[in-house]
């Protein structure tokens, strides 16, 4: 069992691949790595797409890198196999990101990022902390996880999701924010689980034992 953590140059690749690497060893999960060789994301059993910064440039770096990028779709929907995006890695599966400039996302989700609004004008943009889990729909990857259980948070936007069944999970920050998407064999979060202690820790070993 593989599962690669795709290197193009955004995402704070090294903790996340300490906390993956650290729940493989635990559930007997196979090896973690972080590459950039699309033969090695072609042929993992499991995909993780992380990344900071701003939705436009982090898809141009992302299609910029051809080969990495034809290698996560052949991966992803042509045979399936289980993807997680992480903050920015999640918003890139949106059908469109309005951050900055309207760019296209992957549309495996459909939906659109845009900035987030809170009805309380005293609540300062970029959501950053803590914040408690509000789950809309089961899925393995809670196993072990309820609602009320928090997350790490650092962002500005957020996904509007068309369909509320492929939003699994969301917050409360003076108005609703997407917290968790998915569908099929692909799954999304805009926290970071390799910062949200026992809770992300939990559902990053749900993901690595997940077989859809």
Known sequence: MLTAIIDYESGNLHSAHKAFQRMARECDAGDVIVTADADVVARADRIVLPGDGAFPSCMATLKGQSGIYAAMIEAAVEKGRPFLGICVGMQLMASMGREYEDTAGLDWIEGEVTK???????????????????????????????????????????????????????VDYAGDVTAVIGRDTMIGMQFHPEKSQTTGLRMIANFLNWRP
Do not use: C, Q
């Open 116 to 170: 987030i609004t809170p009805r309380d004008p005293a609540l300062k943009v970029p959501h950053m902390g803590w914040n408690d889990l509000i789950i809309d729909h089961p899925h393995p990857v809670f196993d072990g996880i309820k609602t009320g259980d928090h997350t790490y948070f650092v962002h500005s936007y957020h996904m509007d999701v068309r369909h509320n069944s492929e939003r699994l999970a969301h």
